[in-house]
């Protein structure tokens, strides 16, 4: 067989790529030069509209339409030929667009009920606390402030200005991170750029790796950039039970630390006074502790949490251990005092095995018979 | 330039810019920079440039630059935010149903691009050597109808040519439901004709009973049964080349939603980082 298409304007129709609808006679054959409207509504009336020429009715049916008709208009000007009503056929064009228009509307719907419904928590969490933090509760609002707001609080947050305190108030309620908590390691700003002064003094080699050196010739120092930084530019949550917040690669670090190496091996500043002093250690053995003399006798006079016994250091790197103040004498005040102790009262230094002779006579016991 | 070496070039160029967006976005987490902005702000900007791409062809009539230059600039973009997306979630499987959701979404419109490219790359060629007749799809309707017309009259033309029913009954039975919907859609696709060489061998199978008119006739009607297989080849592979769209776009348009609830969410709970 020949050609099928021809695209001569007496016998090609102009197929439209944009049209929603066509004519519901495609299938057989007979389409319609007028179309369905915009909306799928069939326009077909009749196969021309005739014009007066003179005082006689033309038939003005086109070309590709097989020309004029035999019969041609009738005495008022209507056309002979009326074409039958057809229902209109979605292009696929138009299909595409109504899939497109029933997905938009589903995924809106869904992020509707899934920031409104109950479920909003555990539906919008981008993943499990960490162990600790999870301790706390599953609750949004218990961290994040603009949570109970809602979805136009939501927005409006995000389109808030920046504010690392702000960011950083619910960590700050339950983390006790000193007088400078926005500042790296809590150390107060004039502390630090006192430090980098002296660090900065005291090393005169610095071998920093280039990629660094380049990160921070693009970026510049985060010290340099901002004044206060939110707890979250180090710590990130929601990473699981196991997710180690305070892991930090060594360039990070090195990111704020005015003198720079290439490893711990290759440039590290020497370590002054290491190991550094501390308190003199004592054996402390939680688990007897807490499994036994907390279970038996101690039951009222146990700790509670870690807290009643630790507090952070001045930087808030290191826990310490309280004083015996507020934390042995609790329990162990009568026995080093001596209360209802036979013998001589506190703790001896040093001694050598004996008897008591003068307590053994007062209390009527036969020494020597 | 031959279209092996422009598109080794263009390979080049966009390995180079994703190479050049790895190394940008270590170095910006290196300066204690919060990387993941960084690589979700290019993520956004270049989904949106993806995302225009089916605006652009709603107004083919604007003097826009053409579209098969978009087209090339939307599948190598489109491989360089599959990257920024493997950046952005540290090629890890997210854990919130919302963050899953997301996730899931991205990789259905990369794996439907992807699949769209080989089926844009293979099959107008299929078409061309096939058919040779560009056929626009929207007329096949048409044109199936016209056949269909013209092996119907061919068959009533039978029964008073050669007196005898035969012709008109095989029609009655076999060729009218053959002419009246596209057929074999998969065995066109996976390029099989065996169904019209079994067709062919009915309707041969017919001469026997004929005399020479009736066998003319046939002949004829034989010819109309290939040209109608060459038109529902053409309908099979067009329907595909439009059919992956109808996954593609919808799907798009989801995710760009769920991108901007995710940039709400991060700015709104993420806490504002450097």
């Given at each position: 067989?020949?050609?099928?298409?021809?695209?001569?304007?007496?016998?090609?129709?102009?197929?439209?790529?944009?049209?929603?609808?066509?004519?519901?006679?495609?299938?057989?054959?007979?389409?319609?030069?007028?179309?369905?409207?915009?909306?799928?509504?069939?326009?077909?009336?009749?196969?021309?509209?005739?014009?007066?020429?003179?005082?006689?009715?033309?038939?003005?049916?086109?070309?590709?339409?097989?020309?004029?008709?035999?019969?041609?208009?009738?005495?008022?000007?209507?056309?002979?030929?009326?074409?039958?009503?057809?229902?209109?056929?979605?292009?696929?064009?138009?299909?595409?667009?109504?899939?497109?228009?029933?997905?938009?509307?589903?995924?809106?719907?869904?992020?509707?009920?899934?920031?409104?419904?109950?479920?909003?928590?555990?539906?919008?969490?981008?993943?499990?606390?960490?162990?600790?933090?999870?301790?706390?509760?599953?609750?949004?609002?218990t961290c994040?402030e603009?949570?109970?707001?809602?979805?136009?609080?939501?927005?409006?947050?995000?389109?808030?200005?920046?504010?690392?305190?702000?960011?950083s108030k619910k960590c700050l309620s339950c983390h006790e991170?000193?007088?400078?908590?926005?500042?790296?390691?809590?150390?107060?700003?004039?502390?630090?750029?006192?430090?980098?002064?002296?660090?900065?003094?005291?090393?005169?080699?610095?071998?920093?790796?280039?990629?660094?050196?380049?990160?921070?010739?693009?970026?510049?120092?985060?010290?340099?950039?901002?004044?206060?930084?939110?707890?979250?530019?180090?710590?990130?949550?929601?990473?699981?039970?196991?997710?180690?917040?305070?892991?930090?690669?060594?360039?990070?670090?090195?990111?704020?630390?005015?003198?720079?190496?290439?490893?711990?091996?290759?440039?590290?500043?020497?370590?002054?006074?290491?190991?550094?002093?501390?308190?003199?250690?004592?054996?402390?053995?939680?688990?007897?502790?807490?499994?036994?003399?907390?279970?038996?006798?101690?039951?009222?006079?146990?700790?509670?949490?870690?807290?009643?016994?630790?507090?952070?250091?001045?930087?808030?790197?290191?826990?310490?251990?309280?004083?015996?103040?507020?934390?042995?004498?609790?329990?162990?005040?009568?026995?080093?005092?001596?209360?209802?102790?036979?013998?001589?009262?506190?703790?001896?230094?040093?001694?050598?095995?004996?008897?008591?002779?003068?307590?053994?006579?007062?209390?009527?016991?036969?020494?020597?018979? | 330039?031959?279209?092996?070496?422009?598109?080794?070039?263009?390979?080049?160029?966009?390995?180079?810019?994703?190479?050049?967006?790895?190394?940008?976005?270590?170095?910006?987490?290196?300066?204690?920079?919060?990387?993941?902005?960084?690589?979700?702000?290019?993520?956004?900007?270049?989904?949106?440039?993806?995302?225009?791409?089916?605006?652009?062809?709603?107004?083919?009539?604007?003097?826009?630059?053409?579209?098969?230059?978009?087209?090339?600039?939307?599948?190598?973009?489109?491989?360089?935010?599959?990257?920024?997306?493997?950046?952005?979630?540290?090629?890890?499987?997210?854990?919130?149903?919302?963050?899953?959701?997301?996730?899931?979404?991205?990789?259905?419109?990369?794996?439907?691009?992807?699949?769209?490219?080989?089926?844009?790359?293979?099959?107008?060629?299929?078409?061309?050597?096939?058919?040779?007749?560009?056929?626009?799809?929207?007329?096949?309707?048409?044109?199936?109808?016209?056949?269909?017309?013209?092996?119907?009259?061919?068959?009533?033309?039978?029964?008073?040519?050669?007196?005898?029913?035969?012709?008109?009954?095989?029609?009655?039975?076999?060729?009218?439901?053959?002419?009246?919907?596209?057929?074999?859609?998969?065995?066109?696709?996976?390029?099989?004709?065996?169904?019209?060489?079994?067709?062919?061998?009915?309707?041969?199978?017919?001469?026997?009973?004929?005399?020479?008119?009736?066998?003319?006739?046939?002949?004829?009607?034989?010819?109309?049964?290939?040209?109608?297989?060459?038109?529902?080849?053409?309908?099979?592979?067009?329907?595909?080349?439009?059919?992956?769209?109808?996954?593609?776009?919808?799907?798009?348009?989801?995710?760009?939603?769920?991108?901007?609830?995710?940039?709400?969410?991060?700015?709104?709970?993420?806490?504002?980082?450097?």
């Amino acid at each position: 067989m020949g050609l099928l298409q021809k695209f001569d304007f007496k016998s090609s129709n102009y197929e439209r790529p944009t049209l929603h609808w066509v004519c519901g006679n495609i299938s057989t054959g007979k389409v319609c030069p007028i179309g369905p409207d915009g909306r799928g509504q069939c326009r077909a009336s009749f196969e021309c509209e005739p014009i007066k020429e003179g005082d006689r009715w033309s038939c003005t049916r086109s070309k590709s339409s097989d020309g004029k008709c035999k019969a041609g208009p009738r005495p008022d000007g209507s056309c002979c030929l009326p074409i039958t009503k057809c229902v209109p056929v979605e292009t696929v064009r138009g299909m595409r667009g109504r899939v497109v228009a029933w997905a938009v509307s589903l995924t809106i719907g869904l992020l509707i009920i899934a920031t409104h419904g109950s479920g909003a928590v555990n539906l919008l969490s981008p993943g499990g606390l960490t162990l600790k933090h999870g301790e706390v509760g599953t609750k949004c609002e218990t961290c994040h402030e603009a949570f109970e707001s809602g979805l136009s609080g939501w927005i409006h947050e995000a389109f808030a200005p920046s504010d690392p305190a702000g960011t950083s108030k619910k960590c700050l309620s339950c983390h006790e991170m000193g007088a400078a908590p926005l500042q790296a390691h809590s150390l107060p700003r004039s502390a630090l750029d006192q430090s980098a002064l002296e660090m900065e003094t005291l090393e005169k080699v610095k071998v920093a790796p280039v990629a660094l050196e380049f990160a921070r010739s693009l970026f510049g120092s985060p010290r340099k950039i901002a004044e206060e930084l939110a707890c979250t530019n180090c710590h990130k949550e929601h990473r699981g039970t196991q997710f180690d917040k305070t892991e930090m690669s060594d360039n990070r670090c090195q990111s704020c630390h005015t003198v720079r190496f290439a490893s711990l091996s290759m440039g590290h500043p020497e370590f002054i006074n290491y190991p550094y002093s501390r308190r003199t250690r004592v054996q402390f053995d939680h688990v007897s502790h807490i499994s036994r003399h907390f279970e038996k006798a101690g039951k009222e006079k146990a700790p509670e949490t870690c807290t009643n016994c630790h507090e952070p250091d001045d930087n808030g790197l290191k826990m310490k251990v309280k004083g015996f103040a507020t934390t042995c004498s609790v329990c162990h005040l009568e026995q080093i005092t001596g209360v209802g102790q036979v013998g001589q009262k506190g703790i001896s230094f040093f001694s050598a095995p004996g008897l008591d002779v003068a307590e053994l006579r007062a209390q009527g016991a036969a020494i020597g018979e | 330039m031959t279209f092996t070496s422009r598109r080794y070039r263009n390979i080049l160029i966009c390995a180079a810019i994703a190479a050049s967006l790895v190394l940008l976005n270590w170095l910006f987490d290196m300066a204690l920079r919060d990387a993941s902005f960084l690589s979700g702000w290019l993520l956004i900007i270049g989904m949106a440039f993806l995302t225009i791409y089916n605006l652009r062809k709603k107004f083919p009539f604007l003097p826009l630059i053409p579209s098969a230059y978009w087209l090339q600039f939307h599948v190598y973009l489109g491989f360089i935010v599959i990257v920024l997306f493997l950046l952005h979630t540290s090629m890890e499987f997210p854990r919130g149903p919302f963050e899953i959701t997301f996730w899931l979404l991205f990789f259905a419109v990369a794996g439907s691009g992807v699949i769209g490219i080989f089926i844009t790359r293979n099959l107008p060629g299929r078409l061309q050597q096939r058919h040779g007749e560009r056929l626009i799809f929207e007329r096949i309707p048409v044109f199936r109808a016209d056949l269909a017309e013209q092996v119907r009259e061919l068959a009533m033309k039978s029964v008073t040519e050669i007196s005898s029913s035969t012709i008109a009954d095989y029609y009655a039975v076999r060729l009218n439901p053959y002419f009246a919907e596209p057929r074999n859609f998969s065995s066109h696709l996976f390029q099989s004709e065996r169904p019209l060489v079994n067709l062919r061998r009915e309707i041969r199978s017919i001469q026997r009973y004929l005399n020479k008119r009736g066998r003319e006739i046939l002949d004829d009607i034989e010819v109309h049964v290939i040209a109608k297989d060459n038109l529902d080849y053409p309908y099979a592979l067009q329907l595909v080349l439009k059919g992956w769209l109808f996954v593609h776009i919808p799907l798009t348009y989801s995710l760009m939603i769920f991108a901007l609830m995710h940039v709400v969410l991060v700015y709104a709970f993420a806490g504002r980082t450097l």
